[in-house]
């Protein structure tokens, strides 16, 4: 199939940013379409450089706007769809939610299905399993424990419904009467360099004396690198396009995880961050089953405030669960289906996310040093 293209939604994101980066270097790929709704300053410099390299074009739209779908699909090989809303705080209204993640993604299928572009490949998002209680454990689950979350909260829903609908719309028949071929992967939690959580992480503790935040020392995660989430979608691309290998991943989902070590969240921010003197809160907090029934009651309080006052908790039983839970998983599935395994290892992930720390936190340095003295 000589000749193809790709069109990459959530382009300038910081997921979508590394896939343009890597499809760029693909084989006897002819064009590549980058579409979000606004492209950051910083994201034009890196287009105009590529552009030397390929056909890049950038398009500025609305995942909402059905004309716009159109047109970025039209000709198009194939689809990576990555563009989100990302809510764990539940502070953005839930139709805008409910509308972009799940109404965005069955407008961009039907516009695959009329434009016949026959791959679509969909980012999806751990929070679709779950986890839903802090008291399961999962140790390096797999794809046949077929876990969904439970929770009604806008954005694991507004993903599971998302995923659901990709997957169902694997094998529907192209305006061109060809057939449409779809995959989803489920990514761990991305971190690496731009990562807006570390960023605010990072962003908070320097308000605080070099403080990190500590609401998650009962949990374990396998944090995955942003590079490596890039590449997996590159290699389900290929594998989507391969006859042989298509047939075992047309409809199927993967957990995309790779080799970081298995770790808190609050302990992943300290490994990138210690460098620079940066500690945990070694304050004692309320135990888990505490803050649990606070959250409820919070929630609670928010639903009777609701219709004279917006009220948002600080935190909510969802996300508590999700911050306190031994939630891990295996990329077996994907090594096995499409050839995944990690581009970049442990310790050249942690540097070049160190690195980037770094550009975050040394221009304040010296405020914090008379902060601390």
């Known amino acids: 199939?000589?000749?193809?293209?790709?069109?990459?939604?959530?382009?300038?994101?910081?997921?979508?940013?590394?896939?343009?980066?890597?499809?760029?270097?693909?084989?006897?790929?002819?064009?590549?379409?980058a579409l979000d709704k606004v492209f950051r300053p910083e994201f034009r410099e890196e287009f105009s450089k590529l552009q030397s390299k390929i056909k890049l074009t950038m398009l500025e739209g609305d995942i909402l706007d059905e004309q716009c779908l159109k047109r970025a699909c039209e000709g198009t090989s194939a689809v990576i769809h990555t563009a989100g809303i990302i809510d764990i705080m539940n502070v953005i209204h839930p139709e805008t939610i409910m509308n972009v993640n799940v109404k965005g993604t069955k407008l961009l299928l039907e516009a695959c299905a009329q434009a016949s572009v026959p791959i679509f490949i969909h980012t999806s998002s751990l929070m679709v399993a779950g986890p839903n209680s802090y008291r399961e454990i999962i140790q390096n689950g797999h794809e046949e424990e077929h876990l969904e979350t439970t929770w009604s909260s806008p954005y694991p829903y507004s993903k599971k419904l998302a995923e659901k609908a990709v997957l169902a719309a694997n094998g529907w028949t192209l305006k061109n009467g060809g057939t449409l071929y779809t995959c989803a992967l489920r990514p761990m939690f991305i971190y690496g360099e731009g990562s807006p959580f570390l960023y605010y992480h990072m962003n908070k503790a320097l308000k605080n004396n070099g403080i990190l935040e500590h609401n998650s020392r009962f949990s374990t995660a396998n944090p995955v690198y942003v590079g490596n989430v890039a590449w997996a979608h590159i290699m389900a691309l290929r594998a989507l396009r391969d006859p042989k290998k298509a047939p075992s991943i047309q409809g199927q989902f993967y957990y995309?995880?790779?080799?970081?070590?298995?770790?808190?969240?609050?302990?992943?921010?300290?490994?990138?961050?210690?460098?620079?003197?940066?500690?945990?809160?070694?304050?004692?907090?309320?135990?888990?089953?505490?803050?649990?029934?606070?959250?409820?009651?919070?929630?609670?309080?928010?639903?009777?405030?609701?219709?004279?006052?917006?009220?948002?908790?600080?935190?909510?039983?969802?996300?508590?669960?999700?911050?306190?839970?031994?939630?891990?998983?295996?990329?077996?599935?994907?090594?096995?289906?499409?050839?995944?395994?990690?581009?970049?290892?442990?310790?050249?992930?942690k540097q070049r996310t160190m690195e980037w720390v770094a550009s975050v936190i040394e221009p304040h340095m010296e405020t914090l040093k008379t902060k601390t003295h």
Not at 9 to 31: S, W
Not at 279 to 300: G, K, N, T, V
């Open 256 to 349: 995309i995880s790779d080799d970081t070590p298995h770790q808190s969240y609050d302990d992943l921010n300290y490994t990138l961050s210690k460098k620079w003197g940066f500690c945990l809160d070694s304050r004692m907090s309320l135990p888990l089953f505490l803050q649990y029934w606070l959250a409820f009651l919070l929630e609670i309080v928010s639903f009777l405030l609701s219709p004279i006052y917006n009220y948002h908790p600080p935190f909510d039983r969802q996300l508590l669960t999700l911050l306190n839970s031994e939630f891990t998983f295996s990329y077996k599935k994907a090594q096995r289906d499409m050839g995944y395994e990690p581009l970049f290892s442990w310790e050249e992930a």
């Open 1 to 33: 199939m000589a000749g193809w293209s790709c069109l990459v939604t959530g382009a300038g994101g910081f997921l979508g940013q590394r896939i343009i980066r890597l499809l760029v270097e693909e084989k006897e790929v002819q064009e590549i379409r």
